[in-house]
């Protein structure tokens, strides 16, 4: 084996490597990302193995302009769930199930008024930018600042999204859903 030849197994090993470790930092959230979309956990980790396998595959057209890696993960994901949401019988969305009732801090948010069979309905009547900040704040825990990097928006734009997306959900809470 030559020389220039080592060198580059040398070089494919350590990528090998770095690839490895930006998978183990950024799984996790964008796998939670996924899953509170879709709602399923088979769907979702199909999807973020398909975001890896995006990333590796464009991952040398990457241009961060000051924006993480992960933003550029959440397009993909978005994207990806996007075209699954199409697939999925042109729907909108797909049902979320009632593993999102684990995540109380958003109903906090809404002054309790919502139930999730309610929070999933008020989920679907948002924009797609609101559903982002609503993941990105209440089911990822990013500050605003964190969610304005990630999607390349203003904190300002950010409080405007959520403050929309909450409007929204206490709207529906007044509007008098009734459960059993």
Not at 39 to 62: C, I, Q, T
Not at 68 to 89: G, K, S
């Amino acid at each position: 084996m030559s020389d220039d030849e080592t060198h580059l197994i040398e070089r494919a090993q350590q990528a090998r490597r770095r690839l490895a470790e930006l998978y183990d930092r950024n799984y996790e959230p964008v796998y939670r990302y996924c899953y509170y979309r879709v709602g399923d956990a088979a769907v979702a980790e199909d999807l973020v193995s398909e975001v890896f396998v995006r990333m590796v595959e464009k991952l040398d057209s990457f241009d961060p302009c000051g924006r993480p890696l992960l933003a550029w993960l959440y397009v993909i994901a978005r994207n990806l769930i996007t075209d699954t949401f199409r697939q999925n019988d042109g729907g909108t969305s797909l049902p979320l199930e009632n593993e999102w009732t684990a995540e109380d801090t958003l109903t906090h948010q809404v002054s309790g008024g919502l139930m999730a069979d309610d929070i999933v309905a008020a989920f679907a009547d948002l924009t797609e930018e609101q559903r982002q900040v609503i993941l990105l704040k209440f089911m990822q825990e990013y500050d605003n600042a964190e969610i304005a990097r990630i999607m390349s928006k203003s904190e300002g734009s950010v409080k405007s999204l959520q403050h929309r997306a909450l409007a929204a959900f206490a709207a529906q809470s007044e509007n008098g859903y009734e459960h059993e």
